[in-house]
T-cell receptor
Framework: KAGVTQTPRYLIKTRGQQVTLSCSPI?????VSWYQQTPGQGLQFLFE???????NKGNFPGRFSGRQFSNSRSEMNVSTLELGDSALYLC???????????????FGEGSWLTVV | AQTVTQSQPEMSVQEAETVTLSCTYD???????LFWYKQPPSRQMILVIR??????QNATENRFSVNFQKAAKSFSLKISDSQLGDAAMYFC????????????FGKGTRLSVIA
């Protein structure tokens, strides 16, 4: 079974631009979440989607947005990029739809974003 | 809010020896899961082991085992017979038992394995 797939793996953007990252979850997984990893802040939760609905959101500005498609694939978008947005963006998927329905979260290899 | 603390930023172990990584957490909930993830230089987060809070028995996965002390809110990871491939960042994480709650991570422990 294929794992969580993220594209692109590496990208460089200029301040003020916008970027879209893509994530394909493990087959059968309907929950997709996104995390940002930086040396200073560590791993921080961005948002989580299930059946095309955002169920949870972390403490990030509105420049960070996401969506999920009917096939469970997800995208996240960052508009008006700032230098501080340089980070590893990790996508994760799980089967979970509610309590006790499988709480293990599996991660992709991440998308490295550098803002210059 | 839940917090996870890893008090050892760096650890080292000799190949074939045993090492224990520490993790404490704070929560007012009683129903939750705890995880250890490994992040090698490739940066992919790999699940090492998982523990359900309602289970008293400590989880074990091959050379990896945990010491889960629920009352003390402690969740340490023991790696036995350490191998060079175990060198990585190790993250302890907490998740409340719900379908949509996120993982809360500690800051991580960098483990070096000395040949």
């Amino acid at each position: 079974k294929a794992g969580v797939t993220q594209t692109p793996r590496y990208l460089i953007k200029t301040r003020g631009q916008q970027v879209t990252l893509s994530c394909s979850p493990i087959s059968g997984h309907r929950s997709v979440s996104w995390y940002q990893q930086t040396p200073g802040q560590g791993l921080q939760f961005l948002f989580e989607y299930f059946s095309e609905t955002q169920r949870n959101k972390g403490n990030f500005p509105g420049r960070f947005s996401g969506r999920q498609f009917s096939n469970s694939r997800s995208e996240m978008n960052v508009s008006t990029l700032e230098l501080g947005d340089s980070a590893l963006y990790l996508c994760a998927s799980s089967f979970a739809s509610g309590r006790n329905s499988g709480n293990t979260i599996y991660f992709g290899e991440g998308s490295w974003l550098t803002v210059v | 809010a839940q917090t996870v603390t890893q008090s050892q930023p760096e650890m080292s172990v000799q190949e074939a020896e045993t090492v224990t990584l520490s993790c404490t957490y704070d929560t007012s909930e009683s129903d939750y899961y705890l995880f250890w993830y490994k992040q090698p230089p490739s940066r992919q987060m790999i699940l090492v082991i998982r523990q359900e809070a309602y289970k008293q028995q400590n989880a074990t996965e091959n050379r990896f085992s945990v010491n889960f002390q629920k009352a003390a809110k402690s969740f340490s990871l023991k790696i036995s017979d350490s191998q060079l491939g175990d060198a990585a960042m190790y993250f302890c994480a907490y998740r409340y038992n719900s379908g949509n709650t996120p993982l809360v991570f500690g800051k991580g422990t960098r483990l070096s394995v000395i040949a």
